[in-house]
């Protein structure tokens, strides 16, 4: 299916994050000049979605992801079975990702671009909100901004983000190897040089500091993340896609639903987050 410029369309959905991209029907077949669009969109909103794209199944997603960027294997959780990288959450295995993070910033190098499609989704609830990371660092009063510009925090999957029981399947092969990663608390995107907040659940402790201390600093600026004037909310249909530039935001998926709901993701590209001093983020232990 050719795709005319004239009717691709962004309309925000929010003040300060969040786009529904119209007149894109995504397929491993686009062409450079609407993959430059879908770019310069996700660099403005940072998270983007398209509607009723029920034609992708697990190849032609993994095909589509793949123009953005190479295939980013979770280190820890086994890709879906006959895929080459899709990493499934279906609440009924446990996998419930409602805390707010960015996703895999527990090793040094952070998966660029998340392709998130919607399986199964229950009628009600399940909805999941993005958080732009560089207006909460611009909404910091500048005594805070220096300080967050000097600091480091370590980051661990020691404790599993979709808090699920330790016995269950999800939970035990995410924390299968245990990853401790020292990032920089802000980020500078290589894109657009802007600085985000690079925290989330997966953000143990602040580097130099005792872990109380730790606990109030990352409490401090998380509350900034997630303030609302910050966020936008998706509420999903099947079919639905949502891309998010992955070191821009972070997202809660929200768990108030009952029945089952399934979600595939597909991450790609890498990049090892740098401060504005130009030191980057370093792998501590690996076990």
Known sequence: MTTQLSQIKAVPLAGRIG???????????????????????????????????????????????QLLGEIYAHPTVPKKENTNGIFELDSHSGAKANTWHTDVTFVPEVPKYSILRGVTIPETGGDTVWANTNAAYKDLPNELKRLADELFAIHSNEFDYANSSPTKPFSKSFRSTIFKTKHPVVYIHPETSEKHILLGAFAKK???????????LISIFQSYITRLENTVRWKWNEGDVAIWDNLATQHYAIADYIERRTVRRVTVGKSIPINQKGESSTLLTKQ
Do not use: C, M, P, W
Request: proline share 0%; no cysteine; hydrophobic share 35%.
């Open 206 to 216: 602040i580097d130099g500091y005792s872990s109380r201390e730790s606990e109030y």
């Open 19 to 65: 786009a529904e991209i119209h007149g894109i029907h995504l397929s491993g077949e686009l062409d450079s000049v609407v993959l430059d669009k879908i770019k310069q969109a996700l660099n403005e909103y940072k998270v983007i979605f398209f509607k009723g794209q029920h034609h992708l199944d697990d190849t032609s997603q993994e095909a589509f992801s």
